[in-house]
């Protein structure tokens, strides 16, 4: 039997201050080959993570069926309030796990990231800088790749074709390439080429590598606000990524880009001695952070249409492709190994 009036009945929700969510999706499921040491991995992403992170930062860890130690631990950062949200679940797979964290929340930014990703000091001010410097800007990867320069991208290539604001540009970190490549466990990923130049574009004194992948990055909002499906039937892979994480922001019109130096190291699944003197390096983030400006998104249906499926089927074409390279910059050679 009820009794009395619920005082919550009606009442809206108060306006959190957080403006930046973070979500990690974790799946441990023992600490014996492949996961011997993500354990230590996990430790070390979130410490780097709070450490770098300024206080509007509001973090969601997702166990998606970790070992009883994992679970132990992540209960224990969220009663000491260092992660305000936990949601446990079983091997549900890696997007479930993450439309789970975006579900019930409403943030003007959502960075998404693997639990084996190492934060470094002054990742959302770059973040941000994008994001305020190319208003178009859906996505930012804090980890720059020459190699996604294809990937969800045609519509900025069209955009700014003949734009001088979009050049090859000398590589800004090289040596974070080579730990990139190490740390996927293919040092021959990227070729010489790769080391020299990226394709950035520039505005209001902010450079941005264009192109960005998956593993960490951050979304304005709105991305997920039109996802059809609420599940997908991959644990890993498959094309869930693409569908969840890639694929919104250029349905909308938004651009896929990157900063211009790394500020996010992928650490794998092996721990090293490089990952916890990074750690020891890092600066305990007190700078006041206030939400960037951000501009609503404009999607024109038939344009977009044009740019994301007709138009890559034009420039993606050896010939032009290699024209275009050389047109930004790139030597003929260059240009046919990119």
Same mark, same amino acid.
């Given at each position: 039997m009820r009794i009395g009036f619920n005082p919550n009945k009606d009442q809206t929700i108060t306006k959190s201050d957080y403006f930046h969510q973070v979500i990690i999706p974790v799946h441990i499921p023992d600490q014996v080959g492949y996961f011997k040491d993500s354990f230590t991995i996990l430790k070390y992403c979130l410490n780097s993570l709070f450490k770098t992170s300024h206080s509007?930062? +509001?973090?969601? @860890? @997702?166990n998606n069926g970790c070992c009883v130690e994992v679970v132990v631990y992540l209960n224990m950062? *969220?009663?000491?309030?260092?992660?305000?949200?936990?949601? *446990?679940?079983t091997a549900i797979g890696k997007l479930n796990a993450i439309l789970k964290g975006i579900a019930g929340q409403q943030f003007d930014l959502i960075t998404i990231s693997d639990a084996d990703v190492l934060f470094l000091d002054h990742w959302q001010k770059a973040t +941000?800088?994008?994001?305020?410097?190319?208003?178009?800007?859906?996505?930012?990867?804090t980890t720059p790749n020459p190699k996604m320069l294809r990937y969800y991208t045609s519509n900025i290539l069209f955009e700014a074709l003949f734009s001088k604001k979009i050049q090859f540009t000398n590589i800004k970190n090289k040596e974070a390439l080579t730990a990139f490549a190490h740390s996927i466990g293919n040092v021959n990923l990227f070729k010489k080429v790769h080391f020299e130049y990226n394709l950035t574009v520039f505005n209001k004194g902010v450079k941005a590598v264009i192109g960005a992948g998956h593993f960490v990055a951050t979304y304005k909002n709105i991305c997920f606000n039109r996802i059809n499906s609420t599940y997908t039937k991959f644990s890993l892979g498959?094309?869930?990524?693409?569908?969840?994480?890639?694929?919104?922001?250029?349905n909308l019109g938004l651009w896929r880009l990157s900063t211009e130096d790394n500020f996010t190291y992928h650490m794998g699944n092996t721990k090293e001695d490089w990952m916890e003197n990074q750690l020891k390096s890092l600066t305990v983030n007190?700078?006041? $952070?206030?939400?960037?400006?951000?501009?609503?998104?404009?999607? +024109?249906? $038939? $344009?977009?249409w044009f740019k994301t499926e007709f138009f890559p089927?034009?420039?993606?074409?050896?010939?032009?492709?290699?024209?275009?390279?050389? +047109?930004?910059?790139l030597s003929k050679e260059e240009a046919n190994n990119y």
């Open positions: 509007k930062t +509001y973090f969601t @860890v @997702v950062l *969220h009663q000491q309030g260092q992660i305000h949200e936990i949601v *446990h679940t +941000y800088e994008v994001f305020e410097a190319f208003p178009k800007t859906g996505v930012v990867s498959g094309d869930s990524e693409q569908l969840f994480l890639d694929e919104p922001a250029i007190c700078d006041v $952070f206030f939400a960037p400006k951000l501009k609503p998104a404009v999607n +024109y249906n $038939f $344009f977009n089927r034009i420039i993606f074409r050896k010939s032009l492709w290699e024209l275009f390279l050389r +047109y930004k910059g």
